[in-house]
């Protein structure tokens, strides 16, 4: 196994009720990459992080995490090396000091290193004036941030998120993305999240990857996927919302002229060959 590669699916599938819910020949996430899982719902998402987690365990195929097979029998001691966060923050009924301390109690931390280790991913998340107060009293975004503080003390490998921001306002939303690439990227950590927003994916991620039915549809960096969607439907979740149903008309050196129901558009005669195609427009085209 390349060590560039923190983890790798290969030829992972899983079955349900006789349903095949995922479907995956290969996927790799390489080291401190930041991989954003786009698709639209019942995509796979969730079940794609869950394999990874090795919380769920694929029908066929192998999941690995730094060349270690997740079916063998050092699942919890591999699992322990990641950390997963999720759209609601599922704190703890305690003070936050005790929520971001919970996992390197469980992990056999000495007092004296867990006090400096808290205090430096609270302040790293902006929540060290809240470390003495309940969980149960923080605003959403506190929250949070206390679940990210959390699950990053531990030192995970490999960080899984899961719609970690959906229920977040949107200036808040866009913060704690910027705040997590930073992080993230000093760290050196190696990050999936999983979105439903592309703002989302352009803040935060190096790469994206579209699941449609539980299949890979398109893997590059946002921009690609942004500027040369693979298909009608990674066109309109990436934001092209217009697709009109095109039909070249004429050509005129190197311009084509396409005719669809909305007018004619001229385009560069690279954009489409003879005949008729989808067109995808961005929003204000
Ligand atoms: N235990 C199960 N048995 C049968 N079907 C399941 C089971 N768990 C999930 N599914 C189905 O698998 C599909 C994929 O679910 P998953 O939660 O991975 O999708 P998702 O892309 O994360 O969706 P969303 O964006 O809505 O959260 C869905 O159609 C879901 O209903």
């Known amino acids: 196994m390349n060590p560039e590669v923190c983890a790798a ?7 349900k009720s006789r349903r095949s819910l995922l479907q995956i020949d290969k996927l790799h996430f390489r080291a401190g990459e930041i991989t954003a899982i786009i698709g639209p719902n019942g995509a796979g998402k969730s079940t794609l992080l869950k394999v990874l987690h090795g919380l769920e365990k694929p ?5 690995c995490f730094r060349g270690q097979s997740l079916g063998g029998r050092d699942l919890l001691e591999l699992r322990r090396r990641m950390a997963m966060v999720f759209q609601s923050p599922c704190l703890f009924q305690t003070t936050v000091y005790e929520n971001i301390a919970a996992g390197l109690r469980i992990r ?34 506190e929250a949070q941030r206390v679940a ?10 490999l960080f899984l998120l899961d719609e970690p921001f959906a229920s977040l306002d949107p200036p808040t939303r866009e913060a704690l993305c910027r705040e997590l690439r930073a992080v993230i990227k000093e760290e050196g950590i190696t990050a999936v999240v999983v979105t439903h927003v592309m703002e989302e ?24 996927l942004l500027a040369r969607p693979a298909n009608s439907e990674v066109a309109d979740f990436v934001g092209k919302r217009r697709i009109l149903l095109g039909r070249v008309v004429a050509r005129t050196g190197e311009m084509v002229e396409v005719a669809t129901p909305e007018g004619r558009f001229r385009l560069p005669a690279a954009a489409g060959g003879e005949g008729t195609f989808l067109l995808c427009l961005r929003e204000g085209e």
């Open 201 to 224: 994916v352009f803040l935060l991620a190096d790469r994206a990857v579209m699941l449609s039915a539980g299949r890979v549809v398109q893997d590059g960096t946002p921009e690609e």
């Open 148 to 157: 990210l503080a959390r699950a990053l003390a531990c030192g995970p490998e």
């Open 9 to 15: 699916l290969e030829k992972v599938e899983v079955v």
């Open 59 to 63: 029908t066929a195929g192998t999941v």
């Open 108 to 141: 056999k931390f000495r007092r004296s290193e867990i006090d400096p280790i808290v205090r430096r991913w609270a302040a790293r998340f902006g929540v060290e004036p809240l470390l003495e107060r309940q969980a149960r009293h923080l605003s959403g975004g």
